[in-house]
């Protein structure tokens, strides 16, 4: 027997309505905000990653499900929505048509990581990407949207949010780091180290606790805006206030890769044991244009599908069963079966969910299945019914019975 690959999931038929659920307010609340659809391949060439994630990243250097295909070329499964979006939006010329552009998706992602909890290799993400608008309300447009999700979903969050600046703000703020932590090198671990060189706006999510705890001095990024990031910031929070959303500056959530621009945000939970982040996102006016496509501003956010369900899960949100059977048919005999079998094909073309037994159950054990679907009717059809051309229908909420003509059956759904 061949079992399933290290860091992958069944979705098994008793629980697919869990992952409809989602799916669903995701679709609806996404639609809302007038965001469409967009669908790309779930494999891309490496070097797409290489330029669209950055190569300093955890992700390309250690984690991405990388493999040489038979015709020689480097593919790489995707380890994130956003550098497929953007590769699609350059190539197809998305750029001519009329902005802003408000697209979602729902995709598998896979990241070659040590399977640890909740840590799969193949996971699933909703993601929104929003091109076109540098303007501070499509940053609170996006993060209402998630924000409108996730209360959907009865999840409890709070908003952080933070203001990377733009290059010319970044420059400044990346100096006063390296001065910064220019006498704490011992405190800093190796990695942290390596980053105080390229980049040291990363030390500032560094997990380790001596790093963690350096960072609590280090200058905030939020002193160091420039006029028209200052602005544009402002503008976010007045916005999201007027909205009714309650967020925290959090100066220490930073993302980085250098197309990050201006807002980061993330909804954090506490639900989860320790404090976690269910959704974050951000600007990223410099990613199309490092991909050729030009200039193109952009701002979005990733969601963990898994995550999500894992919190409501852990919080005891209930997820409404999807519809059970409406009519089952027990029968008695060939001839009635034959007919039962009739019913159910015309029910269902009307839009009525029919199950009729497949088993050659007896008549005790047809009405038990039929108790353990949950079905709403039961339709019982035997000799004594098929001579008079009726149908004994039972009700089974409340156990009334009916006597329904055969000819006139599909007319009473
Ligand atoms: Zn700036
Ligand atoms: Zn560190």
């Known amino acids: 027997m061949v079992n399933i690959p290290k860091g992958t999931k069944d979705v098994l038929p008793d629980e697919s309505y869990k992952w409809h659920y989602v799916e669903k307010v995701v679709r609806d609340v996404a639609d809302k905000y007038n965001a469409k659809e967009i669908r790309t391949p779930t494999f891309e060439h490496t070097e797409l ?11 390309v250097n250690k984690e991405m499900y990388t493999f040489t295909d038979k015709g020689d070329r480097s593919i790489t499964l995707k380890p994130e929505g956003t550098a497929g979006v953007a590769r699609a939006f350059i190539e197809n010329g998305l750029k001519n048509s009329a902005m802003p552009l408000k697209m979602y998706y729902i995709t598998p992602v896979f990241r070659y990581e040590r399977p640890q909890a909740g840590r ?5 993400q909703f993601g929104v990407e929003f091109y076109g608008s540098s303007s501070a309300d499509t940053d609170a447009e996006v993060i209402l949207l998630a924000y409108d999700i996730l209360t959907a979903l009865n999840l409890k969050v709070k908003l952080n949010i933070n203001s990377m600046g733009c290059p010319k703000c970044r420059a400044e703020y990346n100096k006063a780091l390296r001065e910064f932590f220019a006498d704490k090198k011992d405190r800093l671990c190796e990695t942290c180290l390596t980053r105080l060189e390229k980049n040291p706006l990363r030390i500032l999510d560094c997990k380790v606790d001596t790093c963690k705890e350096t960072v609590k001095d ?15 910031f402002e503008k976010l929070k007045k916005l999201l206030t007027a909205a009714g959303l309650e967020y925290t500056v959090n100066p220490l959530i930073v993302r980085g890769l250098d197309y990050y621009t201006r ?22 006016d410099n990613l199309i244009g490092q991909l050729g496509g030009g200039d193109t501003p952009g701002v979005g956010f990733g969601m963990g599908l898994e995550r999500v369900l894992m919190l409501m899960e852990a919080t005891g949100v209930e997820i409404p069963k999807e519809n059970s059977v409406d009519i089952y048919f027990a029968t008695m005999g060939e001839k009635a079966y034959e007919k039962a079998f009739a019913l159910s094909s015309a029910l269902r073309r009307k839009g009525v969910k029919c199950e009729i037994d497949h088993m050659e159950r007896s008549v005790k054990a047809q009405f038990k299945y039929s108790d353990k679907i949950g079905a709403k009717y039961v339709a019982t059809i035997g000799d004594n019914e098929l001579e008079k051309g009726e149908v004994a229908l039972k009700k089974m909420s409340d156990g009334s019975l009916e006597t329904v003509s055969l000819d006139g059956f599909v007319e009473r759904f």
């Open 49 to 59: 990653f290489l330029r669209g994630v950055g190569d300093t990243t955890d992700i």
């Open 120 to 124: 799969l290799r193949e996971h699933h």
């Open 218 to 232: 280090a200058p905030k990024i939020t002193d160091f805006l420039c006029d028209d990031c200052r602005e544009h």
């Open 263 to 284: 807002t980061v945000f993330e909804f954090v939970t506490d639900s989860l044991g320790s404090q976690g982040t269910v959704c974050g996102g951000g600007r990223y």
